[in-house]
């Protein structure tokens, strides 16, 4: 194990201490959502944190919302194009994204709150999901004219089966805690007073767990999943970015902010 580390940077925190690694979304004021400097951040901190060889790595977020998902506002006022901001996020966040999947530790999300659009690859990107009975899921992205991103399209496929997360994806529907149980989408829902010590007790088994046997079983298990997620990824890359130079995005985040329904026959 390396040594013992604490940072905290552009509303990303992250620490090294006694083998456990963590991750945590630090900017609740903004729902922790994800734009350029914060991606950039969590790449730093997933690598900065891998690089400890820690025992597990915990994903946790301060604040009612685990991730809202990308930084709407940000999108908006894009200077040089929406598909350029974009594109330099993802080339931050989607190498980050498939390192910590890979890694050979058991990673924990802790979802305290709820999960939408980069925050479901985020929170299902991990080994092991627990969520807080107040969670909800919605996906947002078809409500802004863009596709999914940071690997959420594949994680949320993978645990849930590939109609439902079309489904959930498409409709943009509203899924509680109850119902993302039901379906996979997390491992355990425990109310809001019992999350952190059930992560924390998780954590301490998984810590105890032997280096090489779980290493061993992630490579095993993951070789089982159709796709690869770095193909999957870049294959992301390309659907966001195309959607991102569309009209559609534009009416799409520009109802978001006004706060009205969007009309994609306009726009399209």
Not at 68 to 82: E, P, V, W
Not at 86 to 106: D, E
Not at 144 to 164: K, W
Not at 230 to 244: N, Q, S
């Amino acid at each position: 194990m390396g040594p013992e580390m604490q940072e905290s940077i552009d509303g990303i925190a992250w620490s090294v201490q006694d083998g456990t690694g963590r991750i945590v979304l630090n900017a609740p004021e903004r729902a922790n959502a994800i734009g350029l400097a914060s991606g950039t951040a969590f790449a730093r901190a997933v690598h900065e944190v891998l690089a400890a060889s820690p025992r597990v790595v915990v994903l946790d977020a301060n604040g009612k919302v685990f991730c809202a998902g990308g930084d709407i506002q940000a999108f908006a006022s894009a200077s040089d194009g929406l598909d350029a901001l974009l594109g330099r996020s993802i080339a931050a966040m989607h190498p980050s994204m498939l390192r910590l999947a890979r890694a050979p530790c058991p990673v924990v999300s802790v979802v305290g709150g709820s999960i939408g659009g980069a925050g479901i690859g985020l929170a299902l990107c991990a080994d092991f999901v627990l969520a807080s009975s107040a969670m909800k899921l919605r996906a947002g992205y078809s409500g802004i004219g863009l596709s999914p991103d940071v690997g959420t399209s594949y994680f949320l496929a993978r645990r849930v089966g590939a109609q439902t997360a079309k489904r959930w994806l498409i409709r943009n529907e509203v899924v509680d805690a109850q119902q993302c149980l039901a379906a996979g989408a997390v491992d355990a829902v425990l109310p809001a007073n019992e999350l952190m010590a059930h992560a924390q007790a998780l954590v301490v088994e998984l810590a105890s767990a032997s280096r090489a046997s779980v290493a061993a079983v992630k490579v095993l298990c993951d070789r089982l999943e159709p796709g690869d997620l770095a193909a999957h990824l870049d294959a992301e890359a390309r659907e966001i970015l195309a959607c991102a130079g569309s009209a559609d995005a534009w009416e799409g985040i520009a109802a978001f902010l006004e706060r009205r329904r969007p009309d994609f026959s306009r726009a399209s």
